[in-house]
């Protein structure tokens, strides 16, 4: 995506579905109903949307299970899968295709009954060839050793990553939405039980029901909607690797590159940035990420979200809805990034609100730390 | 002589003999894991298979906790090979705990419920 985009989409619908426990609810119920949440904040109908953006965990084709689902056949379709980074991936694809004129509404969406379903999930996903023999844990493992080589090249604690879960629950006790809202110490996190060293049970990311929607249109007409337009500034996308065994540095993930290219399609910087929505499927992508995306030094993410830095009242807002470690997290997050940024620049945020938020951050993550993307998203002083 | 084999089936067949054969690049001198048509750094197609020196260590690993009925904890790890590739591994004959990154280690052929896998122990002296 390039600057001639910038601002050339705007967000003027979200909702979401199923939170929690969706008992009886298949995954596509809880996408279809994100999506008519999404569209009836937008004042639109399902018949309106011509433009569909969607992958599932489930089923070798879901975009187009989706589109039958729903009922609608779109004109254009875009089910690329990269994992949990999907949905932010969508909204590049998304703005190309309406500013190509491709489609007029553009719908992403996602629903998942992981938790309900458990035991009979089905995952697409086999143990890559090389790997599997070794029987590690995914995506657990995956992180933790990338968690384990960030403690050993810049002195990264257990007590740092415990931080992000405590942060990210302090954030989710104010929100009525999120599944985790009990109080929550670093000493809690440290002394769960130990499931991938050096993660414990809190280091890791929830396992909920739950779907989101989000619809965009053109920026000329994006403020004849019912709702203030969240305008997509950039969004750029890298991936490094697919087998975790692959990634050249277990510390530095491609939110280096994607990063870089959407801050500068957008034209600002991380100072600029009033929050920032990250997928954290687990304590350590915090720190990377935040790190990565040049809110601090490399190796510096360890100090940088500890002792409330990073909870509200700190000195950066992350993940103010709770996140994927105290919110939702239903397979893949994603489409939560762009939902709770959104929000918090509408001003409607379900949890703490902040004030006068103008610029911020949804990054989505994908396989095991293979794909990144970025996205920019700003208010109307912001175009 | 070409190979008939393509480079996974390859690269099994050495394992099968014990050995860990490992492509090297004839344009760029990398070796490079997994096993592949193309060198990964240039793009070549040039390459030629050499035994590893089966030399190594631990570049990052991580304890799965398992319960103790089902066998308890045990190591997974990413080895680098003295050749610079690394890979998915194990590393035998200490405690999970004890396997620590920069650990010198031997890399050799064992197996794995009957599988032939590449493990690791760590190096002697
Ligand atoms: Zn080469």
Known sequence: MTDNLRGKSAIVGVGHAGFGAAHGFSAYDIMAQSAH???????????????????????????????????????????????????????????????????????????????????????????????????????????????????????????????????????????????????LTREDVLSSRMVGDPLTKLDCCLVTDGGGAVVLVRADRAKNFPNAPVYVLGSAAESSHRQISQMKDFTVTAA???????????????????????????????????????????????????????????????????????????????????????????????????????????????????????????????? | MESALGPDAKFREGLSNGQINLPQCDDCGKFHFFPRINCPHCGSTALTWHRALGTGEVHTTTTVRRRPESGGDYNVCMVELTEGVRMMSRVDGILPADVKIGMPLAVFVGDIDGTPAVLCKPAEG
């Open chain 1, 256 to 383: 280096r590159e994607s990063g870089k290219r959407a801050f500068a399609m957008a034209g600002v910087t991380p100072a600029d940035i009033d929050v920032v929505e990250l997928y954290d499927a687990f304590t350590i992508n915090t720190i990377l990420f935040l790190e990565d995306l040049g809110f601090c030094k490399k190796g510096e993410g360890g100090a940088f979200v500890s002792d409330g830095r990073i909870a509200p009242g700190g000195a950066l807002a992350v993940n103010t809805n709770g996140g994927g470690l105290s919110c939702v997290h239903p397979g893949m997050y994603g489409i939560f990034t762009i939902i709770e940024a959104a929000r918090q620049i509408r001003g409607d945020a379900p949890g703490m609100q902040l004030d006068g938020v103008e610029l911020a951050v949804a990054h989505g993550n994908g396989g095991v730390l293979s794909s990144q993307v970025t996205a920019i998203l700003g208010g109307a002083s912001t175009v």
């Open chain 1, 37 to 183: 949440a999404a569209l009836n904040d937008a004042g639109l109908k399902l018949s309106d949307v011509d433009g569909l953006f969607c992958t599932m965990m489930e089923d070798s084709m879901p975009v187009l299970m989706a589109a039958e689902y729903l009922g609608i056949q779109p004109r254009y379709i875009d089910g690329t899968m990269t994992g949990g980074s999907s949905f932010v991936n969508y909204l590049t694809s998304a703005t190309m295709a309406l500013e190509a004129g491709l489609c007029d509404v553009a719908l992403i969406c996602y629903g998942s009954n992981q938790r309900t379903a458990s035991g009979r999930l089905v995952t697409a996903s086999k143990l890559p060839p090389y790997e599997g023999l070794y029987s590690p844990r995914y995506p657990i493992s995956g992180y933790a050793l990338a968690a384990a080589r960030h403690m050993y090249e810049y002195g990264t604690t257990r007590e740092n990553l415990a931080d992000v879960a405590v942060a990210a629950r302090a954030w989710a006790s104010h929100n009525p939405e999120a599944f985790m809202r009990d109080p």
